[in-house]
């Protein structure tokens, strides 16, 4: 049995060197280092991937005068001087093009999934003057105030209660089914129309999943059958899967193609705002 999904869990007791050989001693194919999805070689050969699939690829060039702006009036450092410190331009990007891709007005109720602390429900809410919720299963159960806790697969709200709902930096971290239940569960919760944006969407020429193995070891994580596994010295998490594009479909696409639409995006100048950016590519899924 799984243990219960945290986020940034306690390390284990096991080194780096000793995490990977007890993965190795259970039988995994475990590859050394983290995903490479954003080299310019490993963008190509995975937007060829999913164009062999039969996907229509959007490309985005992030204005940064748009950007820029969009940072002044969301007042990150002066609200929230503490918001990933180490890792602000990519985060604060991402934000804004969900933001963009949502294309947020007033009369939208908006819910930001697997928020855990982040400040864009608040900004969504300050800037588009719509009403904004955050939701993640670290929070108390229930609905208090703007704030959803619980299994995001099983939201205590009724159907159609949302128009626009993201998923920044969270959808890879939802282990074993739960993000084929997710899916099915926004189906529910999305009223027709309504758009879910998932940046970055994680993507890999074949199905992988990254782990750091310190937090994953002994822990009994369940990591995709037929999916290659990388050990992330240092990453911190326990589970990130990237998607190939024919795993996306089987897991995703096809089992509510009755229920959404889906637009793929390859953002294919983040690097160029700042080096440490890593997104390259955004999905945007808009119920029938």
């Given at each position: 049995m799984s243990t219960p999904y945290i986020y940034q869990p306690a390390t284990g007791s096991l080194s780096h060197a000793e995490a990977?050989?007890?993965f190795r001693e259970q039988g995994f194919d475990l590859v050394e280092g983290g995903i490479d999805n954003t080299s310019p070689a490993q963008v190509e050969r995975i937007l060829t991937t999913a164009e062999q699939?039969?996907?229509s690829w959007t490309p985005l060039n992030v204005n940064g005068a748009d950007y820029k702006n969009y940072y002044q009036q969301a007042e990150y450092d002066g609200r929230y001087p503490g918001y990933y410190v180490g890792n602000r331009p990519e985060k604060t990007l991402e934000h804004f093009l969900c933001v963009q891709l949502l294309q947020i007005q007033r009369q939208d109720v908006f819910v930001d999934l697997a928020s855990e602390h982040s400040p864009l429900p608040e900004i969504?809410?300050?800037?588009?003057?719509?009403?904004s919720y955050s939701q993640d299963i670290m929070y108390p159960e229930g609905i208090h105030g703007y704030q959803i806790g619980g299994d995001a697969c099983a939201m205590p709200v009724p159907a159609g209660f949302a128009t626009k709902a993201a998923l920044t930096c969270s959808l890879e971290h939802f282990e074993s089914d739960a993000d084929c239940r997710l899916f099915v569960e926004l189906a529910?919760?999305?009223?027709?129309g309504g758009k879910v944006c998932v940046i970055p969407f994680y993507l890999y020429h074949e199905p992988a999943v990254q782990t750091?193995?310190?937090y994953s070891a002994v822990h009994a994580v369940p990591f995709d059958p037929g999916a290659r596994l990388f050990a992330a010295e240092g990453w911190g998490?326990?589970?990130?899967?990237?998607y190939s594009p024919r795993s996306f479909i089987?897991?995703?696409?096809e089992p509510v193609a009755e229920a959404f639409t889906f637009d793929y995006f390859w953002i294919r100048n983040a690097s160029e705002l700042h080096p440490s950016n890593y997104v390259r590519f955004a999905l945007v899924a808009t119920r029938r």
């Amino acid at each position: 049995m799984s243990t219960p999904y945290i986020y940034q869990p306690a390390t284990g007791s096991l080194s780096h060197a000793e995490a990977v050989q007890w993965f190795r001693e259970q039988g995994f194919d475990l590859v050394e280092g983290g995903i490479d999805n954003t080299s310019p070689a490993q963008v190509e050969r995975i937007l060829t991937t999913a164009e062999q699939c039969g996907w229509s690829w959007t490309p985005l060039n992030v204005n940064g005068a748009d950007y820029k702006n969009y940072y002044q009036q969301a007042e990150y450092d002066g609200r929230y001087p503490g918001y990933y410190v180490g890792n602000r331009p990519e985060k604060t990007l991402e934000h804004f093009l969900c933001v963009q891709l949502l294309q947020i007005q007033r009369q939208d109720v908006f819910v930001d999934l697997a928020s855990e602390h982040s400040p864009l429900p608040e900004i969504v809410g300050r800037l588009m003057g719509c009403s904004s919720y955050s939701q993640d299963i670290m929070y108390p159960e229930g609905i208090h105030g703007y704030q959803i806790g619980g299994d995001a697969c099983a939201m205590p709200v009724p159907a159609g209660f949302a128009t626009k709902a993201a998923l920044t930096c969270s959808l890879e971290h939802f282990e074993s089914d739960a993000d084929c239940r997710l899916f099915v569960e926004l189906a529910r919760v999305l009223a027709p129309g309504g758009k879910v944006c998932v940046i970055p969407f994680y993507l890999y020429h074949e199905p992988a999943v990254q782990t750091d193995p310190t937090y994953s070891a002994v822990h009994a994580v369940p990591f995709d059958p037929g999916a290659r596994l990388f050990a992330a010295e240092g990453w911190g998490n326990r589970h990130g899967r990237f998607y190939s594009p024919r795993s996306f479909i089987e897991r995703i696409a096809e089992p509510v193609a009755e229920a959404f639409t889906f637009d793929y995006f390859w953002i294919r100048n983040a690097s160029e705002l700042h080096p440490s950016n890593y997104v390259r590519f955004a999905l945007v899924a808009t119920r029938r």
